[in-house]
Each structure stands twice: as structure tokens, then as C-alpha cells.
């Protein structure tokens, strides 16, 4: 287990210098300068010329890169070239409502769906299942925003329960940070819970025709431990592997709830960076989501050996 | 249920006391500005927001108040020479920076240096500047080679680049690499620490800032930070902001969108006012290097095709949030003249088109697509060409796209452009020596490089003139060449507006938007 931990992290090393020359390529093909951005609209040609030899972008792709590269792997990403703060201040001032904001979101969907999707398939012709079923559908095309004003207009400006905006942060008190949270979190989860509850239903329908439950059933055991012990556990591997990419997805940043509710997280970082044309930030940040991808990954795989048990490295 | 509900209440009121944890003392004005404050260096940008931020932190040594007058700021007293070369300017006793140190005439004239190699007014000063420097800690002495009308206008501009003074340290940073440190002498302090680029902005009032004597007016007069402190919450979405504004979260809100007025009507805690005095150009810019409009004749078919008053409705209905001004200055410039201006005639138009032997090249206009007035203006003018037998190539973008897209000098084959529509602030269209569209030194003009030494003469003229009505003159003979030439077209003047609170009281009418003297009751 250990050496196919280790193995994993080495493999993840060719992954990330990929995405990082990728990244770094791409961004240079991107229409669009830095310089222009900074020296605003009333500049002429050669102050902007100035600007961009003040922050070395008349330098050599090549050299831009090694430069950069050699930097990174010094575990410096450079510093934002607008505000000139660094861009690991920067990843870290938004990095907590982002991952409040996922977990709050996947621990909501979890907490609800699973249970949806597990009755559903129990009593597959039951109102729970048909509901579930109808709810899936709206969840999955609802578009986020939608769901967000509408909360928003009901919780926030009409009953007056949450906030409209805004993110408190979990140093002013972890019930403030929760409160703040309640709407974005449902928002999102409206996708998540729709997803997990279609996956959970569709795993726990093919195990319920496993040999070993009917077994169980003839055995005159009780169908809340057949469902639990029995039936879930051996449903887990699917669920679990939606909850992971999910939650993944997740820490990616969710722009269009981070701008619905004025959350300051990584999706919005991201969505600035890319279109004032902040490379050194958007460089790091598409490595931080690799690297997320590539470490939530490995905890599914590692998740699987702990809920079932024939699954070996 | 009611358990759910007395949880829920319990959560608000925990998470309501926890929100408001670092103002429970304090009093709070929560702004929504316009935009996001990307950088804090206003010499090395012209981005208006960061003028916004330069007039929180910095002060200037004169300042235009709300009658377009340039007043002293800064100033105890100051005096020109007979012969206009030598001018003199005393500091006011007490000013400080916010790190303590006292303002002195050697912090004045390292920041005069910096700006002026930046400023487009800035860079006309000190080519005229023999020396200036500082005699003691309060005087400095501005000689010039030759005497300028604009030394107060320069110094007293409202928009960017202002010449903010800021400690000596700090502004002999070169003008090109950006400053971090945000000290100034203004009448709030910026709190870096808590300053999250893309989200919030924090600024708490000077305690040793010392107004002046006499009542707030525009720019100028006395200076009071009534509120402890200042939070620009930036929330990209109008919306959000929208209902953040009727839910008490936020105070005021920059730049509401004009669709969203008539939903504010009738709001008796909320009420509107214009953001500032001047409004903004809407400009009509085109590339003069390279087919179709490096035809004169093809500019002037576009000078008949406008008509102010179709594009400013596109955006806004109420007539009270635009004007058709008749001139490439804005209407409340001293400046203003409608000389040589003309009726829109589209039947002239196509006529023009059809003299000027366009062959057919595509008019690409970078279209930025997330900006509310650009937008519109772009799609009523790509209309408008076709109509008047122009073949249009709209090319929608991001405006970061379209900053780095419009420095091509190609042809439009090749990745250049022909068309973008902009919308400076008034502040920067209001007379012929700081005007953005109208500068027509070739490679040195704004984006679309138009090239006519005869108005260069005259703006040079304009500059060196001393009388207000030898200016306007010369105003007036600039646009009369302007109009024959095309360097840029008005497409309608507009004006800003923001919504605020009910207990928001004194916000200033100023050139641009500030925030002293605003106090909430």
C-alpha cells in the first residue's frame, strides 16, 4: 500500500511539470498584456513598452519560463504583477472560503442524497424514489444562479435569515462563517445532491440483486442492516468516486456562486487573474487545482481499500 | 418547525454579532465601487479606480472644486511672478503623512518629478520646467523656461494621473515599476493587511489629518473623514450588489446599472444622486493607420452617421442621465463650443461611403462585451455602419482582450482592428491639452494614432496661452479643424449614478467620486 502511495506521488511529478508547461505556454498564446492592463486606458505605446520591460515580459518565452520554473521548484510563485503581493498570500487569503464552502456544500449533499438514493432504490415505485427521481432532474438543469437568486430572494431580502453577500471569515466566529454560507452552500449543492442521489440509487439497485443480500433477506435479517452493512458498503465505491470529483471540482472554485454571493474564493481569483492577464497567479492556481486533482484522486483510491476489502495494490 | 426556526434565528444572530465584530465601535460606510482596485500605484496607472484609491490615501497640492475652479489644497499660500516663470508654492503648516513624518517641499517635488514623467500633462510641465526644488521644508519654486497657461491646471488635475504628493521615499520609485506602500497624507489610511484584491478594500480615517478652514467644495475645501472607516466591498455581479444595497449590507453603490433605476424608485431607504459632476465621453475611436479608416472621407461619413441622442437611449431612457452635446469637449467645460458640428444625416452618410471608394474591407470593432455602456454603444454602431453600407466584423471580447488588441498597428487582415468604443471620464475630455481623443501627434496619440500637425499646433498654442478667452479661441479653432479631420467622434455624454442609503448624508459633488464628509446618521 505504502509503495503504491509513493508510487502514485512520484507518477504525480511528470503530471504537474506537464500542466505546468502547458499552463505557461497557453497563457503566452492568450491574447491580451499584463502591461496594457496595468498602464490603463489612457497610456500611450511607450509607457506600456516601459512597463513590460519593468516586469521582463519583453524577455524570451523560453527564458520567462526557466526563470519561472526555477523559481517554482524554490517554492516561490512570484507575486501578483498588479497589487505586487505574493501569490501564495494571495491563494491563502481565498483559499478558506473556497474549502469552507466545499465541504459545507459536499457534507449537505452527502447528508441528502445518500439517504435519497438508497431509499429510492429500496422502494424503487415509492414516492420517495419518484420525487428523488424528479428533483434529479431539476437539479441538473437548474442553472446555479438561478437557484441562487431565488434563495436569495426568499431566505435573504424576504424572510431576512441569511445575508445577501458576503463571506465571514472563520476567525470572526465559526457561526458567523456558517451563517454567511447557507445559501451558497445549499445553492451548489442542489448539483451534488442530484448527482450522488442518481449514482447512489443506480449502485445500490445492482447490489440489491446481488446472491449474498438475497441470502441476507432469506437469513431473516433486518433490511436497515442489510441496507447498511451490507448493501451500502458494497455501493460505496461509485459514490465515493462521484463525492471525490466533486469535492475536487469544488475546490476548483465555484465562480458563478463566489460572484452571486460576493464570495472571495478561488474561483473568482481565477476568473480575475485570467482576464487581467495576472499570469504568475494563474500559473499557480492551475497547479494548486492539479495538485488537488491529483491528491484527491489518490484519497478515492485509498478510500476504496478501507470500504471494501478485495480491492488490493 | 419552530425548532428550526429558533435555530436558524440563534445562527443569524450569532453570525450577525460576527459580521459586524470589527465595527462594533466604529462606524462603517460600505461602499460598492465600481470596479476592483487591482494596484494602489496611481502615476503608473490610469485606471480610475485607483485615482479612487489616490484620493483616499493622498493629497494634492491644489485641487478643482465643484464650480471648476482649481483652489489650494495642500497650500498656505502660493504666487507667480510677473513675468509667469517663477512660481512659488508654501505647504500648510501641520500637513503629515500617515506614518507621522511631516509633509515637506522635498516629498512635493520628488512626486511633481515622478508624475511628470508619466502624465500627459505632467510631461508638458516639465518639459517647460527649468528647475524645481525645494528652498526649506514648506517652499518649493517652480521655474519655467517659458511661461504656460496650465501650470494650475496641471497641478490641480482631477483625474488621472493626479499628482498626488506622497513621501519623497516612495515616489523616487521609477515611474515605471509600481509602488506598494500607500502612504500619503490624505485624510483616510489604507489598511494593506486587510486588503484583498478582488473582494475588499480598507480604510480607516487619519487621526492627525488637518482640513482645511474652508467648506468642502468639490475636490477642494475641507477635507473630513466623518466615518472611522471606509470598506469598498467589490461585488462583480450589479445585482447582488442591488440587493445587498436593499438589504442594509452595503451603504452605496457606484455605477448602478440604468435598467436597475426604475427599481429603485419609490424606495424610501434608498435614494440616487450623480456619481460625479463631469459624467463621462462616450468615444467613437477608430484606427486612422489602416483601411477603411485611414480614409478621411470614410470618417466623415461616420461623423454623419452618428447621432448622440440614438446611442445614449440605446442605454438609457431618462433623459436626465445623458446629454447630445455637440462637441468634442464636454458640455460643462469652459471650453465647450458646438462649432462646426453638424445634424446626423444617414442618407449623407451612405453618400460619403460611396465617394470615398470603400472597397469592401471589413471595419473590425473590438467589442468588449462586459461592460454595460460599451457594449451598447458597440452594437449600435456596428448597426449603424451596416446601414450605411460599411461590411462590420464585430469581434466580441473581454476588455483585457481588447487593451492588448488595440496596441496592433496591423491591418485588419493581420490581427488589427479598425473600430473600439471607450468612455473616459469627462475630467480627461474637457480642454484641447489634456483631452484623450483629440491629442493627434501620430505614434504618440492615444490608440488609433491620428496624425495632423495643424492640431498639434494649436494645442501647443493652447498650452502656452495665458487668457481664458485667447484659449477659447483656440479651443474653438482646434475643433473646427477636428471635425474636418476625424480624430475621434463623440457618441453621447453620460452620466453616472449611485444609489446609496437613506442615512448616508454629505456625499460631495465632485469631479470624481470621494468619500470624506459623508457621515451616516
Known amino acids: 500500500m505504502i509503495a503504491y502511495v509513493l508510487g502514485r506521488l512520484l507518477a504525480a511529478i511528470p503530471v504537474l511539470s506537464a500542466v505546468a508547461a502547458f499552463v505557461f505556454l497557453l497563457l503566452s498564446l492568450v491574447p491580451g498584456d499584463p502591461a496594457v492592463v496595468i498602464a490603463g486606458d489612457l497610456a500611450t505605446p511607450e509607457q506600456v513598452e516601459a512597463i513590460r520591460r519593468s516586469l521582463a515580459l519583453d524577455r524570451p518565452l523560453v527564458e520567462r519560463f526557466v526563470t519561472w520554473l526555477g523559481h517554482m521548484l524554490t517554492g516561490d510563485f512570484g507575486n501578483s504583477l498588479f497589487s505586487g503581493i505574493a501569490v501564495s498570500e494571495l491563494i491563502v487569503q481565498r483559499i478558506e472560503p473556497t474549502l469552507v464552502l466545499a465541504l459545507m456544500t459536499i457534507v449537505i449533499a452527502v447528508t441528502v442524497a445518500v439517504p435519497l438514493g438508497l431509499v429510492s432504490a429500496y422502494h424503487p415505485t415509492g414516492i420517495v424514489a419518484r420525487l428523488t427521481m424528479a428533483g434529479a432532474v431539476l437539479g441538473f438543469s437548474l442553472p446555479v444562479f438561478v437557484v441562487a437568486f431565488g434563495l436569495v430572494y426568499v431566505f435573504a431580502l424576504g424572510l431576512g435569515w441569511f445575508p445577501v453577500q458576503s463571506y465571514v471569515p472563520l476567525s470572526e466566529g465559526l457561526a458567523g462563517t456558517l451563517h454567511s454560507l447557507v445559501l451558497p452552500a445549499v445553492a451548489v449543492s442542489f448539483l451534488y445532491i442530484a448527482l450522488i442521489a442518481r449514482v447512489t440509487r443506480a449502485a445500490v439497485l445492482e447490489v440489491l440483486r446481488e446472491d449474498y443480500v438475497r441470502t441476507a433477506h432469506a437469513k431473516g435479517l433486518a433490511a436497515r442492516l442489510i441496507l447498511t452493512r451490507h448493501v451500502l458498503r458494497n455501493a460505496a465505491v461509485p459514490v465515493i468516486t462521484i463525492i471525490g470529483i466533486g469535492f475536487a471540482a469544488l475546490l476548483g472554485g465555484v465562480v458563478v456562486t463566489e460572484t452571486v454571493f460576493s464570495i472571495p474564493g478561488l474561483g473568482r481569483l481565477t476568473a480575475d487573474s485570467i482576464l487581467r492577464r495576472d499570469y504568475p497567479v494563474v500559473q499557480a492556481l492551475i497547479l494548486l487545482f492539479s495538485t488537488v486533482y491529483v491528491a484527491v484522486n489518490l484519497a478515492v483510491d485509498i478510500a476504496y481499500v478501507l470500504v471494501d476489502p478485495r480491492i488490493r495494490y | ?521
Not at chain 2, 429558533?6 to 465601535?25: E, R, W
Not at chain 2, 493607420?289 to 440614438?310: C, S, T, W
Not at chain 2, 472597397?359 to 449600435?380: C, Q
Open chain 2, 1 to 521: 418547525m419552530n425548532r428550526l426556526k429558533q435555530v436558524i434565528a440563534a445562527l443569524a444572530a450569532v453570525g450577525t454579532i460576527a459580521s459586524a465584530a470589527p465595527a462594533a465601535a466604529e462606524s462603517v460606510l460600505r461602499v460598492r465601487p465600481f470596479g476592483d482596485l487591482k494596484q494602489i500605484d496611481p502615476v503608473i496607472t490610469s485606471d480610475y479606480m485607483v485615482r479612487n484609491h489616490g484620493y483616499m490615501v493622498y493629497d494634492t497640492l491644489f485641487a478643482l472644486d465643484e464650480v471648476m475652479q482649481i483652489k489650494p489644497q495642500m497650500l498656505e499660500r502660493w504666487q507667480v511672478s510677473p513675468d509667469g516663470l517663477v512660481y512659488t508654492f508654501v505647504l500648510r503648516d501641520k500637513l503629515a503623512f500617515h506614518n507621522g513624518t511631516p509633509v515637506t517641499a522635498a516629498d512635493v517635488v520628488a512626486s511633481l518629478e515622478r508624475w511628470g514623467k508619466r502624465d500627459g500633462l505632467g510631461q508638458q510641465l516639465m518639459a517647460l520646467t527649468k528647475s524645481l526644488t525645494a528652498n526649506d521644508d514648506r517652499t518649493v519654486t517652480l521655474a519655467l523656461t517659458q511661461p504656460w497657461g496650465l501650470v494650475l491646471e496641471a497641478l490641480g488635475k482631477p483625474s488621472s494621473n493626479v499628482p498626488f504628493i506622497m513621501p519623497a521615499g516612495i515616489a523616487k520609485t521609477p515611474a515605471d515599476t509600481a509602488i506598494t506602500d500607500a502612504t500619503g497624507s490624505g485624510p483616510f489610511i489604507m489598511k494593506r493587511e486587510e486588503w484583498v484584491p478582488g473582494s475588499k478594500v480598507v480604510y480607516v480615517r487619519n487621526p492627525n489629518y488637518v482640513p482645511r478652514g474652508e467648506p468642502p467644495s468639490g475636490l477642494a475645501g475641507g477635507k473630513t473623514a466623518k466615518v472611522d472607516r471606509v470598506e469598498w466591498r467589490y461585488i462583480p455581479d450589479a445585482q447582488t450588489a442591488l440587493n445587498a444595497l436593499q438589504a442594509g449590507e452595503i451603504d452605496i453603490f457606484e455605477e448602478v446599472p440604468p435598467d436597475f433605476l426604475p427599481m429603485l424608485k419609490g424606495n424610501a431607504k434608498i435614494r440616487t444622486a450623480p456619481q460625479d459632476t463631469m459624467g463621462m465621453q462616450m468615444v467613437f475611436r477608430m484606427n486612422t493607420l489602416v483601411p477603411p479608416f485611414n480614409n478621411p472621407k470614410v470618417r466623415q461619413a461616420i461623423r454623419y452617421m452618428i447621432d448622440q441622442e440614438m446611442f445614449a437611449q440605446a442605454y438609457v431612457m431618462d433623459p436626465t442621465l445623458y446629454k447630445n452635446c455637440p462637441s468634442f469637449y464636454m458640455c460643462s467645460s469652459p471650453y465647450f463650443t458646438d462649432a462646426g458640428w453638424v445634424k446626423p444625416d444617414l442618407a449623407k452618410a451612405k453618400k460619403l461611403i460611396v465617394e470615398s471608394g470603400y472597397d469592401g474591407t471589413p471595419v473590425v470593432v473590438l467589442h468588449a462585451t462586459e461592460s454595460g455602456p460599451t457594449n451598447t454603444f458597440s452594437l449600435v454602431a456596428e448597426q449603424l455602419m451596416r446601414d450605411i453600407g460599411l461590411k462590420v466584423e464585430p469581434q466580441a471580447m473581454d476588455w483585457g482582450t481588447l487593451v492588448g488588441r488595440r496596441a496592433s498597428k496591423a491591418t485588419v487582415d493581420k490581427g488589427g482592428w479598425s473600430l473600439f468604443m471607450s468612455g473616459p471620464t469627462g475630467a480627461d475630455m474637457m480642454d484641447p491639452a489634456g483631452h484623450l481623443g483629440l491629442r493627434s501627434n501620430c505614434d504618440k496619440a492615444w490608440f488609433g494614432w491620428p496624425c495632423d500637425e495643424e492640431i498639434e499646433k494649436l494645442r501647443a498654442e493652447f498650452s502656452l496661452a495665458t487668457d481664458l478667452q485667447k484659449k477659447k479661441e483656440l479651443a474653438k479653432a482646434i475643433q473646427l479643424r477636428a471635425v474636418e479631420v476625424g480624430p475621434y467622434w463623440p457618441a453621447a455624454q453620460l452620466y453616472l449614478v449611485r444609489a446609496m442609503r437613506s442615512n448616508v448624508e454629505g456625499a460631495p459633488k465632485a469631479a470624481v467620486p470621494v468619500y470624506w464628509n459623508i457621515s451616516l446618521k
